[in-house]
């Protein structure tokens, strides 16, 4: 109804939590909008309350701790792409939030929103997943912290409580020796969500096997999806391409691929063949060329 | 009418700066004082018989001004509430029926648009669903729901059109063309070959969505809107009304884009009623999601069957094309006799025989889009081209240089062709792709190249009416007075152009009206790619008239004859005597007639035969051809475009920088739709309707190389409209690239990197069977 949509400016992060506990689930959380306009247009939610994250201080930052970056949730995404810490710190995170739709967009997202849409269909989750990254957020008890891996539960669902808030992202800067990738793969428009996206770290031992090998599988079910039973199948090994290949062949087995406009269940699975093995060569070659340390 | 010496240039469109800017206003932009804001409801289902509409919450609304609904039209004897440019089959409001997802059942005008939004909510309808009908198929079959079932109510309709709806189908209107004796010819052809060809409906998606304000206001019905037929939406108006055209007028001002969508009427005519039942200006502005159902893409399907010699000489071509125009007729009757045709293709072949079918569907409605139906005829015959090639092991390019139209061979509408570049068009594209019949695929790790080629004709809507007026300014300042609409185009640009050459006048010296139907002269439309050839022959033949009046007064003044006199930078002059020039202000004040006036009126002969589709197709033949380069990625079938080269005759050239903008255009129209560009339905509910879902190019999708051949003929004399020509090779020159490279051959589009994948394994396992 008309005039029945209140939108609130809280300055502080106890204010915005305890609007959220007054009104329930007739409130929403909004920090660049890009997701929630969308979704209040095509009236699949239709909130009475708007909570804006945007005068609240101290949220906005990027910085480094204890081999961390620390990502705030108001941290736009163009900010990411082009920050240069997170550019010399973990390069494939930038690269990722530059692969998002378009500068317009780019501009207005947030880091806490894509954290909290889990839109099954972004980029950055599989890459947090990958890089074992967790979740900082706040309620009415305080504040904890999700493993990025245990986050995203199912569509648009995430493990926070009602009234809890994402404040920031904990992301450890990869060890030394290691490489990283995305690979975004679009079936339409290179502005499109991806069809399937997947990200890998690689840590090469003195003697080339593969220390750690980590593959993270996006767009391609509910939430991003990651088998260390089957990173362990490359772990301890050099990634030949009979190793890589078994890799991805498990990835491939073992994801519910979905079915929707930018491909059908059995296309992802072969996407997911195809790009579980991309990423992990990527990150092996750039583990293999890139600096010792840093 | 004399030609100016040389042709003026101009570095492209004249208010770029200010539309950059964003300082030209749009109808979106404008105010009226007391406007009110409409909303529509509209029926969730695809078809459903309406039981009832009890709008009396709505009607007690605080800030509820008007509510209208179907019953409400129905009662009246003072509207016909229809319209439609040949059959009136469209409502302003569904009375009867609903007939797709989307068909609007109700409308409400309110003090702000959100509270006209919230209106709607209380309206209670009761529908009682009927069986409905999506596909050509389906719509086709025995038994199959009856979309229409009252009989056709015609209006005045194009003389060219012969109205076939057939009663108690779904045949909305039926094209045939007849030429020569095609079951001879198959039969004494040495193979024949049949495929079946489909493109799905797609969105125009231009950036402003339908809007129109309407008010009236002592007795007139006016109306700004963004149309590109401002005389179609008048008439249609008038007769809703019952009224004379004089007492309805249409304003435009610039477009947020066209191509097509906004052809013939949309909103105005609920608009102007709502504007009617509240006493007050109504703004009705369509949300992204309603302009996916107002108005589509033709979804088509061919079937080709096409007979050649063992000397590579097409000599009969048999289609039938099954047009699904949805659930309303709007210009489906005319789309289909040019798409029908168009299946003829730019190639001499003496029997041609075409079946051309409207089939009404319960999707939203389909009407003209960019190219007009001819890539869907073109995605046809340019693919089959290509089969026939491959199977015969025949080069595509010497099988389509054999076989192109030249001077004095007849077209499939039977004139002979004149001016046909098609050939040159052809060959210099081939030439810039670096097209090589004996090259192999290249491969490199996953990634295999290969190059593809297209060449297409197209009409240009004939016969049709342009007429404009000049009246050159007692300062020597011309104003051309036309209906033109400027979509983005450069439609203003272009007639500047024209307007100030046949003057020797400057650009600043000019100007060009907006269309008011009140004011500037009729026009048919912009539309067809025909701005430019046929407004633009009118204002010359007005401006040439002008010519003559200054000639005249100048002869008078300096005792001479105006054979001996010309006209050079705003003056007229005895031959090679400036000294004796007399500037153009004071022949006019001279004349004490004010100012100087003249009309110009451009009508095109032609016309098809109802029976056998022969006459005059086209005034003159729009050509094109495309080259592309294509990488496709074998182990996922996605498909990058390297290089592409676009040509287009354009006669003469009148704004090169537009010439190659509108042409780039058509690469990232076509690219769209060769590639991902869908609309994809689920029970006639629309799944993809908004731009998150549904995808069109961004500028990233562009080919990495981009070359254009925008060929010039001066000596023509004549102008080729280039707005939609060189979209149709784009599809087909994609899809015979593609399949150069992976021996893939996608006959429906979009190519989709899926539908490539499942090809490659298709082929790995026949190959591993063989």
Known sequence: ?294 | MAAAAAPMRVPGMLDANLRVRGRVPYAMDLNVVGMLHAKLLRSPYAHARIVSVDASRARALSGVRAVLTGADLAERDDIYPYYGPIFRDQAALAMDKVRFAGDPVAAVAADDADIAQAALELIDVEYEELPAVFDVDAALAAGAPIVHDEPPRLGQTFADIIVRAEADTNICNHFKLRKGDVERAFAEADHVFENEFTSPPVQHVPMETHNCVAWIDAGIINVTTATQMPFAVRASLAEIFRVSQAKVRITTPTLGGGYGAKTYTKVEPIAALLAQAAGRPVRIHLTREEEFVTITKHGVKIRMKTGVTNDARIVARQSTCWFNTGAYADIGPRLIKNGGYATGGPHDIPNVWVDSYAVYTNLPPAGAFRGYGVSQAAWAYETQMDMIAAQLGWDPLEFRMKNLLEDGQAVMTGEDMFDAHFKELLGSAAERIGWDSAEQPQRTGSKVRAKGLACIIKGTVTPSTSTAAAKLNEDGSLQILSSAVEMGQGAETALSVLAAEGLDLRLDQVSISRPDTDVTPYDQGTSSSRNTYSMGTAVRMAVGDIRTQLLELAAAELEASPDDLELVAGRVQPRGVPDKSIAYGDLVRGSRSGNLLANGVYASKGGLDPETGQGIGSVHWHQAAAAVEVEVDLDTGKIDLLKYHAGVYAGRIVNPVQAELQTEGNIAFGLGQALFEEMIFDGGQLQNGNLGDYMIASMEDMPKEISLGILEHIEANDIHGIGETSLPPAMPAIGNAVYRATGVRITDLPITPEKVLRGLRARAAQESAE
């Open chain 1, 1 to 294: 109804m008309p005039g029945s949509l209140a939108f609130y400016h809280p300055t502080t992060l106890e204010d915005a939590i305890g609007l959220l506990g007054e009104h329930g689930d007739e409130a929403k959380v909004v920090a660049g909008a890009t997701a929630l306009t969308i979704l209040m247009r095509q009236r699949l939610v239709a909130p009475s309350a708007l909570v804006s994250l945007g005068s609240i201080p101290g949220l906005d930052r990027i910085e480094e701790v204890d081999g961390s970056l620390r990502i705030g949730a108001m941290v736009r995404h163009r900010d990411v792409e082009l920050s240069q810490i997170v550019r010399a710190r973990i390069p494939v995170l930038a690269e990722t939030f530059g692969k998002v739709a378009n500068v317009r967009v780019r501009n207005a997202a947030t880091v806490g929103g894509v954290l909290a849409e889990s839109d099954y269909a972004s980029d950055p989750p599989a890459v947090f997943v990958a890089l074992d990254a967790e979740v900082e957020v706040r309620g009415p008890n305080g504040e904890r912290t999700i493993p990025a891996r245990d986050f995203f539960v199912a569509f648009y669902e995430t493990a926070l409580e009602p009234d809890e808030i994402v404040t920031g992202i904990v992301v450890p800067v990869p060890a030394a020796g290691s490489g990283t990738s995305y690979h975004k793969f679009v079936t339409r428009s290179s502005e499109d969500r991806p069809c399937v996206g997947v990200a890998a770290l690689v840590r090469l031992a003195p003697d080339g096997s593969a220390a750690d090998l980590r593959v993270a599988v996006g767009a391609a079910a509910e939430t991003p999806q990651r088998f260390p039973d089957y990173e362990a199948l490359g772990r301890g090994h050099v990634l030949s391409d009979d190793i890589v290949g078994r890799v991805a062949d498990a990835y491939a087995g073992a994801i519910d691929t979905l079915d929707d406009m930018r491909g059908s269940a059995w296309y992802r699975t072969e996407m997911v063949r195809v790009w579980v093995r991309r990423a992990i060569e990527s990150a092996r070659d750039a583990a293999a060329s890139g600096p010792a340390a840093h």
